[in-house]
C-alpha cells in the first residue's frame, strides 16, 4: 500500500514568488493534515481537512496561504507570496478518525 | 500553557541505560495519544499509540493517566540507535473536531 507521498521533496524560492506543495494521502484517508517545522521549533499544526472541507484552519499563519484538498483526494498547499518565514518542513500526515496519522516525507521549504 | 508539553531535553544517555519522558496534556477530552520518533531530517514516524491500561512494545512501555494528564515513555536497555527526537501527539477533540496536537518533542543522544 502506498503511504503518503508530498511533492516536491525540495523547493527553494525567491521571496515574492508562489509555490504550491502537493500531498496524496493513503488512499480512504478522510483527514488530511498539514503541518510545518520551521528550524530548530516544534511541529505546528496548519489546517486540517475531513473529506473535502477544511474542518480547521487555525494554525494557517495568514492569507498568503491557501489550501484546498479537491474532491477530497490529493490536497496542494500555495504559499503567495512567499516571505523568508515561511522556509520550514512542511508535512502532510492523514489518517482515519482518531486512530494514528502517517506521515509524508516532507516538502522543504527554502525562501531566499 | 500549551497544549502539550514535553521537556525538549537534550537528553544525554549512556548506552543501556533507561531513559523516561513525559509528557502533558491540556485538554481532558483528547481522545488518542501516540510517541512518535522523528530522526534528523525526516518525517515523524509512530512509535507506539498509548492506552489508559499500559502497553509495552519490546524495549518501549507507554502510559496514559487520564487522572493527571500526562503520558510517558520508557525505554530500557537504550540503544545507539534510539537516538532520535521524540514526539508525544495527543487528538485533541475540540467543538467536535479532531486535531492532531503535537509536543516539542524531546531529543534523546544515546552515547557509545
Known amino acids: 500500500e502506498a503511504g503518503v507521498t508530498q511533492f516536491p521533496s525540495h523547493s527553494v524560492i525567491e521571496k515574492g514568488q508562489t509555490v504550491t506543495l502537493r500531498c496524496d494521502p493513503i488512499?480512504?484517508?478522510?483527514?488530511l493534515y498539514w503541518y510545518r517545522r520551521v528550524m530548530g521549533k516544534e511541529i505546528k499544526f496548519l489546517l486540517h481537512f475531513v473529506k473535502e472541507s477544511k474542518q480547521d484552519e487555525s494554525g494557517m499563519p495568514n492569507n498568503r496561504f491557501l489550501a484546498e484538498r479537491t474532491g477530497g483526494t490529493y490536497s496542494t498547499l500555495k504559499v503567495q507570496p512567499a516571505e523568508l518565514e515561511d522556509s520550514g518542513v512542511y508535512f502532510c500526515?492523514?489518517?482515519?478518525?482518531?486512530?494514528?496519522?502517517?506521515f509524508g516525507q516532507g516538502t522543504r521549504l527554502t525562501v531566499v | 500553557r500549551k497544549e502539550v508539553e514535553q521537556d525538549p531535553g537534550p537528553f544525554n544517555v549512556p548506552e543501556g541505560a533507561t531513559v523516561a519522558f513525559n509528557c502533558t496534556y491540556s485538554n481532558s477530552a483528547s481522545q488518542s495519544f501516540f510517541w512518535y520518533r522523528q530522526d534528523c531530517r525526516k518525517e515523524p514516524k509512530l512509535l507506539m499509540s498509548?492506552?489508559?491500561s499500559g502497553n509495552e512494545d519490546g524495549r518501549f512501555t507507554a502510559q496514559l493517566n487520564r487522572a493527571s494528564q500526562y503520558i510517558s515513555l520508557l525505554i530500557r536497555d537504550s540503544k545507539l540507535s534510539d537516538s532520535a527526537t521524540y514526539l508525544c501527539v495527543v487528538n485533541m477533540v475540540a467543538f467536535g473536531n479532531e486535531k492532531l496536537t503535537f509536543g516539542t518533542g524531546t531529543r534523546l543522544t544515546i552515547i557509545p
Open positions: 498509548v492506552y489508559s
Open positions: 488512499s480512504g484517508h478522510d483527514n
Open positions: 500526515a492523514s489518517s482515519h478518525t482518531f486512530t494514528e496519522a502517517f
